[in-house]
């Protein structure tokens, strides 16, 4: 019958000619086989996923694909415990694909996971701005990430596109933690005069449907009630900890019972106006 290298010989024979519909189809394929050939399944999905890098970064569907594969449990396993840099690229998809936000939660969470075994600008782009709310931070971890895309195979292509999405979000980030953003301090960091920042503010708070108003004479965004402040999202993460906790300790006994440890949670500044 026919076996693993044959596939993976056509896979690649089909990448070669850049015969992305049908590479598509072979990779499907050679997931099928996979699962259901006995043993040797982890080697096999990290094998596949460094392969499927070449489709998903070159097929138009693609940055849909590589999400739906590499977030399945199996997959996602197989990259932490073998390939965790290949977490740089679903990064990047996610970034890039505003579709997939949702996802963003466990994007954060294998970032965590891994952050001892694998770290870079890409990764630490999302540790910086959805994790230590470091928006300075975040900046300088999106000029480095300028540098690493133009020199990656896969993603020199999309390198405009990852930044432009990213400032988004670093924008919408700090839009939802502060009440009042000048628009002079957007425009210094991200390299814009005022009247290009002005312009990009009001067709971001639009495409994100945030509520908000432009205060021409003060020269600053005022954001609407719905917007929690910096210490709303601490008090509410420490009440989700304080539950998550009460629930723990539910299932010890007093003897069995953890000593109980304090954590922090830290917040960089973007800067002042």
Known sequence: GIN???MGGKLASEILLQNWDTALE???????????????????RAWLVHWALFVFFNHPGGRDGI??????ERYLNAIQTVCPHILRYLTCAVITNKKKRSQLKDLIKAIEQEQQNYRDPVTEFIECLYVNFDFEGAQEKLRQ????LSHDFFLVACRDEFID???LMIFENYCRIHSVIDIKMVAEKLNMDE??????????IREARLDARMDEAQKRVIMGSQVRSVH???????KNLATRTLLLSAQYSPA??????DGALSRGQWGTA
């Open 145 to 148: 990430c300028n540098e690493v």
């Open 4 to 6: 693993a290298e044959y």
């Open 26 to 44: 072979d990779l499907k394929h050679l997931r099928e086989f996979i699962e259901e050939a006995p043993g040797a399944q982890l080697g096999g």
């Open 165 to 167: 999405n990213a400032r």
């Open 67 to 72: 999400i739906e594969m590499f977030f399945q």
């Open 195 to 204: 009247e290009q920042a002005e312009i990009w503010i009001v067709n971001l």
């Open 232 to 238: 709303q999202v601490i008090k509410d993460k420490t």
């Open 256 to 261: 069995d019972r953890p000593p109980a440890t």
